[in-house]
């Protein structure tokens, strides 16, 4: 009994170590809030693309939410919130970008929702979800056409888009809205090829297109492969294994791939595909992957953060951060 006992501390001592090497090893990069307040933050219109630039997307304040979320921040996300409800709300509409636009983007919308289903988790409060809630409801009633979600509708047109891209699903937020998914899987399954996805659904023509006949956007097929994961609860096998290979060949992932020859189409790593990746791989559980993406997840915030974080878009930079809570509250 004394050498079990022995045995117990000895690796609760090891646990602790190692814990508190990892929290050295976050504490490495700045404080996402404080990156996001001196560099990308207006009072006024909320987060721009860039540092240097005066563009507002909505997508960035919704990323923001879900990290404030993960980060326990509630005052940090009101604060964020009352922005979209100020100037990016039309009714129950999202508007996808703050100026001279009409229409939203159902991948905002499904972003900034489950953000406010989490919130009530964990700020302990069912007004956000009833919020989120409303905003789903919109995008069933408007949003559909010929049974599928549409990626945009144009209120004042009173119209929803023709295609469907699969990278923009949210299938807990597909399961929220108690959709049948069955017209959804047999779309995923029809777009999964050898290796890589067919990106987009043209409604009016009821078939799968590819967005570009030369290469791939990884981030693309990487949103596509974890909406897969969550569909299936299995992994997309080729994709998957391709994956892996370009990993354990040359030790990173580019952002464009040639589409017939899976060669690299770019010479350089992106920061929402390594991110990305480091979510997939923690979703499929693929431990020696995903320490591997961690690290560069690590190593690119800490490069943006010499370089002030120019040309780096607000989004990645989130995401980046996304992706490292993410990690760490499944270890």
């Given at each position: 009994m004394k050498k079990l006992g022995l045995v117990v501390i000895g690796l609760g001592v090891i646990f602790v170590s190692l814990f508190y090497l990892y929290q050295q090893f976050v504490s490495k990069v700045e404080d996402p809030r404080q990156v996001i307040k001196e560099y990308y933050w207006d009072d006024t219109s909320g987060i721009r693309m860039y540092p240097d630039h005066d563009t507002f997307l909505v997508e960035s304040l919704g990323q923001y939410l879900l990290l404030m979320v993960y980060l326990d921040d509630q005052k940090a996300f009101d604060e964020a919130y009352t922005i979209i409800d100020d100037l990016y709300r039309e009714d129950d509409f999202i508007k996808w970008r703050l100026k001279d636009t009409?229409?939203?983007?159902?991948?905002?919308?499904?972003?900034?929702?489950?953000?406010?289903?989490?919130?009530?988790?964990?700020?302990?409060?069912?007004?956000?979800?009833?919020?989120?809630?409303?905003?789903?409801?919109?995008?069933?009633?408007?949003?559909?056409?010929?049974?599928?979600?549409?990626?945009?509708?144009?209120?004042?047109?009173?119209?929803?888009?023709d295609t469907m891209h699969l990278s923009y699903q949210n299938v807990p937020m597909l399961r929220t809205l108690d959709l049948d998914l069955t017209v959804t899987k047999q779309l995923f399954n029809q777009a999964e090829e050898k290796p890589f996805f067919k990106e987009v659904y043209i409604i009016s023509q009821s078939s799968l297109h590819v967005t570009n006949e030369l290469t791939v956007n990884l981030i693309d097929q990487l949103l596509t492969a974890i909406s897969y994961v969550d569909l299936f609860q299995e992994t997309p096998a080729t994709f998957h294994e391709w994956l892996m290979n370009q990993l354990a060949e040359n030790n990173r992932l580019t952002g464009l791939y040639y589409r017939d020859t899976l060669e690299e189409a770019v010479d350089y790593e992106a920061s929402a595909v390594n991110s990305l990746a480091l979510i997939y791989f923690n979703k499929t559980e693929e431990k020696t992957y995903e320490k591997l993406m961690y690290e560069k997840v690590i190593e690119q915030l800490q490069n943006h953060e010499k370089n002030n974080y120019q040309d780096v878009h607000a989004f990645d930079f989130l995401y980046l951060h996304l992706a490292i809570e993410i990690y760490q509250a499944n270890q």
């Open positions: 009409s229409a939203d983007a159902v991948v905002d919308t499904y972003r900034i929702s489950e953000a406010l289903f989490k919130a009530t988790e964990v700020f302990d409060d069912a007004s956000y979800a009833s919020m989120g809630l409303s905003f789903l409801r919109t995008i069933k009633m408007h949003h559909q056409k010929q049974g599928i979600i549409s990626d945009f509708y144009d209120w004042a047109y009173q119209l929803p888009g």
